[in-house]
């Protein structure tokens, strides 16, 4: 049986993870933070870690790709999107005036991770502005600390599991600004993995250093790419945290590493002075709406 490494019990992390496997048994070991979920997979404790790396709203999550270009050395083996549904989480009493009614007035304080909260900044903004915003490490966390504190306007903004793992309820359901908020999830580990289900295609993601001094190097690792016809889904660039100003491009490939065209393009790139690492080679996966449930 696999072990893998996610954010707390009732994270998105965790929904995403039970979706991706659906009923092949998995041994689920969860973290407080991040860092300990890569670390526990770069360190052999784990198999694999459960990575989300881009939101529909808010873009990279900078500080996991950083985790994975600079911390660790762990190849991406799959891929997929999983639904990114927020909920306002607490105790209804507390957020109900005489006549039965929501009433938010007496909320004074909102847990939850900061990439959660960002997606819903117009609830927020509509239903209790004057309220203190938390941020903490994860969605379950914040569930579990309003549990914790009964009676002082506390609520958190966290999934349906979270809120079922630490026995509180859903005040306020689906409360992200957008209806299409998706999570990119990865799956990174040191071995190759086989899934039942069937993937949507393949991809390959890359990291290049430019060459110093090199005017146009960036157009010409491009052209490597489009006189080839290969699909590029994102290019990103990222500080390498050794000099200032220089940079990491971060790219995917709609293609697998053993494409007929895709090396070539790479030892193009190479010979024009840039480093090349590969991140990962892997398949990716689709959410299909009517065949999972959404919490």
């Keep these: ?19 991706l496997f659906g009923g092949n048994p998995v041994h ?22 459960v990575i989300p790396i881009e939101n529909t709203i808010e873009g990279s999550v900078s500080l996991h790709i950083d ?19 927020q909920n306002l989480i607490g105790n ?10 929501k009433d938010y007035t007496k909320m004074v304080r909102i847990l939850s991770h900061p990439v959660a909260m960002a997606q819903c ?14 941020s903490v490490g994860s969605t379950s966390e914040a569930v579990e600390i309003v549990k914790s504190n009964p009676g002082k306007g506390w609520a958190a903004i966290g999934t349906s599991l979270g809120a079922a793992t630490h026995g509180l309820e859903v005040v306020e359901r689906q409360i992200t600004d957008h209806n299409n908020n998706y999570t990119r999830f990865v799956l990174v580990g040191p071995q190759k993995l086989e899934l039942p289900q069937k993937s949507s ?21 491009l052209a490597a790419f489009s006189w080839r016809k290969l699909n590029l889904s994102r290019i990103e660039s990222r500080p390498t945290k050794k000099k200032l100003g220089t940079y990491y491009f971060y790219i995917d490939v709609l293609e697998p590493i053993e494409s007929v065209l895709l090396p070539g393009a790479i030892e193009e790139i190479k010979a024009l002075g840039c480093q090349v690492r590969i991140l990962g080679s892997y398949p990716t996966y689709t959410y299909e709406e009517e065949k999972a449930e959404v919490q």
């Design 121 to 134: 900044t117009q609830f927020i903004r509509k239903a209790a502005p004057w309220a203190e915003l938390e």
């Design 67 to 85: 985790w994975l270009i600079n911390e660790v050395n762990l190849p991406m083996q799959a891929e997929w999107i999983f639904p990114s549904v």
């Design 1 to 19: 049986m696999k072990s893998i490494a996610v954010l707390p019990q009732g994270s998105v992390s965790h929904e995403a993870l039970l979706h």
């Design 28 to 49: 689920i070991e969860h973290h407080k933070l991040i860092s300990d979920v890569f670390l526990s997979t770069s360190g052999g404790v784990t198999d694999y870690s």
């Design 92 to 101: 209804p009493q507390e957020f109900t005036n005489e006549n039965g009614d």
């Design 201 to 221: 295609g393949d991809k390959t993601s890359i990291l290049v250093t430019l060459p110093e001094d090199f005017p146009g190097a960036l157009h010409q690792v």
